[in-house]
């Protein structure tokens, strides 16, 4: 298989190009349904490579009677032969000759993000001597791993001024091509950041007295054609730290999402944008004292209502059993409502449903005068029907199917029994 000439090596900016299909494959078959794999002499599609994503865009034919043909590229890979092959949903023949055209947008996207990614960079391992150990550009935001710990604010402050200082000088973006033996004197040099696992000729991407880098991704041509650059985030990942970014216009489209909304959120709260943090620590601040009242109710009404449950059952043969079901109640409620009531009265045991979600959740737990281990007897009662749960001396749960609930309660009550009638209080 030949290798297809990459034209976007030499002019990122190409927008529509010719060539000749030079071999197809179908990888994808279904019922109506298949997934072609065209590869070209020549392309200006730039295949996903190096936290660069695929061009998209169309070939273009037409047919011996003169009727034009547009074919939608949805993906663009390379394989190891260096063949360049475009994905699509209509075959063309080996042979055919096609006009290319590169989705524009989403090209000159890509190469905002990239040069602003090499830009980043370099000024990172300038000011805070911290390399850059791999890049993705996303849809929405772009990221740099960095080999530091997370940097102080004024620094990441610093780093962007310092970016788009360089941004705004409007610095050229050069191609340049030298030898194997020349990029590895510049790598030991220390001109030379990274070197890439091949032979030949280096293809280096140039930013006038700031970077120089081996890579084979679409550039702008000056940096004022990256048109701004935003540090959106920091995250700690395993490796250092994950800086998110965007340039150009995807920044201004950030920026009018974040002011969208700024306006909605000020508007649901009746203030100005500038007092959103204020608000929101208020509110914060009033949620969590809201939450600690209603945990101090819940338990409240736990206790005044294990009290009831405890004086509803009577004694028989030594034991208090309260059997009962909830399906209003969430499972922390019945919880805590199973604890109350076996600690309510002496010569309690509890069996108690939780019904509110599927499955069930079962709780049995006793007073402190019985002699009986709850994880125990309802570890044994789930293995039954294969299923697991556990708890402690007192205090025991877990999952069961529906359909398992009502024989398990009864199992579960019997036990109970047994282990009174046969051993007593404490």
């Given at each position: 298989?030949?290798?297809?000439?990459?034209?976007?090596y030499?002019?990122?900016?190409?927008?529509?190009?010719?060539?000749?299909?030079?071999a197809?494959?179908?990888v994808?078959?279904?019922?109506?349904?298949?997934?072609?794999?065209?590869?070209?002499?020549?392309?200006?599609?730039?295949?996903?490579?190096?936290?660069?994503?695929?061009?998209t865009?169309?070939?273009?034919?037409?047919?011996?009677g003169?009727?034009?043909?547009?074919?939608?590229?949805?993906?663009?890979?390379?394989?190891?032969?260096?063949?360049?092959?475009h994905?699509?949903?209509?075959?063309?023949?080996?042979?055919?000759?096609?006009?290319?055209?590169?989705?524009?947008?989403?090209?000159?996207?890509?190469?905002?993000?990239?040069?602003?990614?090499?830009?980043?960079?370099?000024?990172?391992?300038?000011?805070?001597?911290?390399?850059?150990v791999?890049f993705?550009?996303?849809?929405?935001?772009?990221?740099?791993?960095?080999?530091?710990?997370?940097?102080?604010?004024?620094?990441?402050?610093?780093?962007?001024?310092?970016?788009?200082?360089?941004?705004?000088?409007?610095?050229?973006?050069?191609?340049?091509?030298?030898?194997?033996?020349?990029?590895?004197?510049?790598?030991?040099?220390g001109?030379?950041r990274?070197?890439?696992?091949?032979?030949?000729?280096?293809?280096?991407?140039?930013?006038?007295?700031?970077?120089?880098?081996?890579?084979?991704?679409?550039?702008?041509?000056?940096?004022?054609?990256?048109?701004?650059?935003?540090?959106?985030?920091?995250?700690?990942?395993?490796?250092?730290?994950?800086?998110?970014?965007?340039?150009?216009?995807?920044?201004?489209?950030?920026?009018?999402?974040?002011?969208?909304?700024?306006?909605e959120?000020?508007?649901?709260?009746?203030?100005?944008?500038?007092?959103l943090?204020?608000?929101?620590?208020?509110?914060?601040v009033?949620?969590?004292?809201?939450?600690?009242?209603?945990?101090r109710?819940?338990?409240?009404?736990?206790?005044?209502?294990?009290?009831?449950?405890?004086?509803?059952?009577?004694?028989?043969?030594?034991?208090r059993?309260?059997?009962?079901?909830?399906?209003d109640?969430?499972r922390?409620?019945?919880?805590?409502?199973?604890?109350?009531?076996?600690?309510?009265?002496?010569?309690?045991?509890?069996?108690?449903?939780?019904?509110?979600?599927?499955?069930?959740?079962?709780?049995?737990?006793?007073s402190?005068?019985?002699?009986?281990?709850?994880?125990?007897?309802?570890?044994?009662?789930?293995?039954?029907?294969?299923?697991?749960?556990?708890?402690?001396?007192?205090?025991?749960?877990?999952?069961?199917?529906?359909?398992y609930?009502?024989?398990?309660?009864?199992?579960?009550?019997?036990?109970?029994?047994?282990?009174?009638?046969?051993?007593?209080?404490?």
């Amino acid at each position: 298989m030949p290798t297809s000439e990459r034209l976007y090596y030499s002019d990122s900016f190409l927008k529509s190009f010719t060539g000749v299909v030079t071999a197809i494959r179908e990888v994808v078959s279904g019922p109506g349904d298949s997934v072609w794999q065209m590869a070209l002499d020549r392309t200006a599609f730039y295949p996903s490579s190096g936290g660069q994503p695929f061009d998209t865009g169309v070939l273009r034919v037409s047919s011996s009677g003169g009727i034009a043909l547009e074919i939608p590229v949805e993906q663009v890979e390379e394989d190891e032969e260096g063949a360049v092959w475009h994905f699509a949903r209509s075959p063309l023949s080996a042979g055919t000759r096609v006009e290319g055209g590169v989705d524009w947008d989403r090209r000159f996207d890509h190469m905002q993000q990239h040069t602003g990614q090499h830009l980043l960079s370099a000024v990172f391992l300038r000011e805070l001597h911290a390399p850059t150990v791999s890049f993705h550009l996303g849809e929405g935001i772009s990221s740099i791993d960095l080999a530091i710990g997370p940097p102080a604010h004024h620094s990441l402050e610093r780093v962007e001024r310092m970016a788009n200082e360089i941004i705004g000088e409007d610095r050229p973006v050069n191609i340049l091509y030298i030898s194997r033996e020349e990029a590895e004197v510049m790598l030991a040099s220390g001109d030379l950041r990274k070197l890439p696992d091949r032979q030949g000729a280096i293809r280096l991407i140039e930013i006038a007295d700031c970077d120089r880098n081996a890579c084979g991704g679409t550039h702008v041509r000056s940096t004022g054609q990256i048109g701004g650059l935003l540090v959106r985030g920091v995250e700690k990942v395993s490796r250092g730290v994950r800086i998110e970014f965007v340039c150009g216009l995807r920044g201004v489209r950030t920026a009018r999402t974040d002011a969208a909304i700024l306006r909605e959120s000020s508007a649901q709260l009746s203030i100005g944008p500038a007092e959103l943090p204020a608000a929101v620590n208020r509110l914060l601040v009033e949620g969590k004292a809201g939450a600690k009242e209603r945990q101090r109710l819940r338990e409240e009404l736990a206790a005044f209502q294990a009290v009831k449950l405890a004086e509803e059952e009577p004694i028989e043969k030594g034991l208090r059993l309260v059997v009962r079901e909830w399906k209003d109640r969430d499972r922390e409620y019945v919880k805590m409502l199973a604890s109350r009531t076996a600690a309510a009265a002496a010569s309690t045991a509890v069996v108690f449903s939780a019904k509110e979600a599927e499955p069930a959740r079962l709780f049995i737990a006793h007073s402190k005068d019985l002699n009986f281990d709850c994880g125990r007897m309802l570890r044994e009662a789930l293995a039954q029907f294969g299923l697991r749960g556990g708890g402690s001396v007192d205090l025991a749960q877990g999952d069961v199917p529906r359909e398992y609930e009502t024989e398990l309660v009864g199992l579960l009550s019997n036990a109970i029994r047994n282990s009174v009638g046969g051993h007593g209080a404490r």
